[in-house]
């Protein structure tokens, strides 16, 4: 796998494409009929452009995926497209969705926005705190917050003085606070000005005036705030949204003379906030409206709602004007500033950027590397030979070259999200198992599926293939069976039951004749295949929940677990003793011996991927890795011990060496060491 580059240019020329004006309903006209190509994907103008290599966090040598996208914002120009996502913050232009830059988050990155010089990206991460980075290299200028999580960041419209800069912060707790950042951003100075009263509720949207006199915040509980910048002062409560019905968005004309909002029940209210009344309530069915916009003349207002499509109402007479619909909905939508670009992200987390040219709407770029955003990893496995690398993501079945091929193949088949896979020991095949009920069984080469296997009631939990690739077995989480599959043919060879509610982790002895399983109540259960009966050769007791993953030692002397019960267990077969290697800070939700069966690895529900050395003795500790924003569920070594694959809920695989020491014990972001 080839890390990815961090180019990071000096200079970003404009691009400068001619623009046609279009005004009131013919420009909402050109947006629908843009939106609707955008979603159909019908314009072939710009060429798909594969980036799937993500922010690379320290001690780590590649991320396979970008992960999912939580936020969008264009510079004050339109040039440039900041991302903010599960992974870190990526910048890109907007004409190409060419990478700028990029940089890991310490955690993910839930807010983005530009100041009003464009000099400047803030970035909010969860846990409280917001970055501010240099929008030329992506270099990290100051760190502000730290207090509860953040609900909405917005920055002051002045940007012709630098020295002016003020940056709102909201936070769940119903906080607001108002900091200035003064100076360049080599030199930049931040100062907290004032502190608002504190809203009944958290703080979801927040937008100034363009002259910077007014600041308008919404709440989680349906308000609308208008407050006076100059002193901090409240002028008015804004009522006309349903009470506990959060204001998703806020936006003023360019006049700064009205102001509209938006809510999830479904209404958008324009204000005149010198009257401190609502001019029109404009719908009272727009449900999800991802944008809000008025036309540069200022007599329309356009917004796209998740049910409706594109609608638009004169803003002087408060009547609708038209509504064009897209058969697709997008998963995310963003508006240039200057009117003439739009970005939207799709279920897929493909993103496209669209432009108003002078032939009417034009497809600038479409890029891939970003996922859903539900789409987890749950499950990564190494080929036998170790050339080939297969991930899940959602539902879809990922595998990637080894050499550093920057495009993953992509298997699509199960209808539910895969939970695990798994290679014959030849490497010809590779299997799926998904909570859609089925496994999988597809050609390694072709990428082709060969069958696929139904049978139990419940979701397929865990998959392991036999050593020999004539058996496949399954376990059903909740159906308490575990199935052994003739591969070749598909047929049930054999059925057991496990002696509890269910059965959720299998695994094979390294000989293939016992079958080990992990129950929902904490214990293993361990089957000798040579025996006909279904009764278990061994029962091994020792868990207070259920065991999230089994592995056999190299040489089929141990056995360890991980449970939910946060702790690791070696289990010795020959001596029949066990030993508790640790307790983690949360559960463990995968594990796996090194090829050489000296190291133990673990991924950790808290985001944590652990390396214990067996032969160190317990006193030595396992070394830690956080690099992962969500829980990490799956964990693999290379078939040379020299590679650490991990996958998890953040949508990415993560690549770690695991030869390489660490003074601390842990590699983390430098960025926590910027706030301790």
Known sequence: MIPPSRAIPTHLPTPAPKIRRLLGLSLLTVLGILLTAACAGVSAAAETRDAYAGAVPEGAA?????????????SPDGALLAIAGETGI????????????????????THVRFSADGALLAASVEGGVVLLMATADGSLQGVMGGRTEITSIAWSAQAADVDRRTLLIGYNDGTVLLSRVDGPPSALQTETMASLPRHISSVTAAAYSPDGRWLATGEFAGSVHLWRVADGTEMETLRGHR?????????????????????????????????????????????????LDFDRTGKALRLYSARQGWLAWDTRSGREQAAIGADIRPAYLVLSPDHRRMAVVTAEGVVETWVDGDAGPELMARLRGHSGRHAGTAAVAWSPDGRWLASSLGADLLVWKATGSDSPLRLTAHTDDITDLSWSSDGRHLAS??????????????????????????????????????????????????????????????????????LWSVAWSPEGRYLAAGTTGGDIVIWDLNKETEDPALTLVGHFAWVTDLAFAPDGTA???????????????????????????????GVAFSPDGSRVATASRDGMVAIWDLEAGDEAGPRRYAGHTARVQAVDWSPQGTWLATGSGDGTVILWPTRVASPTGIVRYPWFQAWG
């Open 433 to 502: 198992a998904g909570e859609d009920r089925s496994v999988r069984i597809w050609d390694a080469r072709t990428g082709r599926l060969l069958r696929t296997l139904t049978g139990h009631q419940d979701n397929v939990a865990h998959i392991a293939w036999s050593p020999d690739g004539r058996h496949l077995a399954s376990v059903g989480s909740l159906d308490n069976t575990l199935i052994l599959w003739e591969a070749t043919r598909g047929r049930v060879v054999r059925m057991l039951h496990g002696p509890g509610d269910g």
């Open 62 to 74: 590649a991320r396979l995926g970008r992960g999912a996208i939580r936020d969008m914002a264009f």
């Open 243 to 291: 009470p506990n019905t959060t204001v998703t968005l806020l936006q003023w004309s360019d006049d700064g003379s009205e102001l509209v909002s938006a809510g999830r029940d479904g209404r958008v209210i324009i204000w005149q906030p010198e009257r401190r009344t609502p001019r029109y309530t404009l719908s009272e069915e727009a449900d999800s409206v991802l944008a």
């Open 90 to 109: 990526y910048l890109y232009r907007s004409d190409t969705l060419q990478e700028v830059w990029l940089t890991p988050g310490p955690a993910a990155v």
């Open 559 to 589: 056995l360890l677990s991980a449970s939910a019960d946060r702790r690791l267990i070696y289990w010795d077969l020959e001596d029949e003793e066990r030993r508790v290697l640790g307790r983690a800070g949360d559960v463990i939700l």
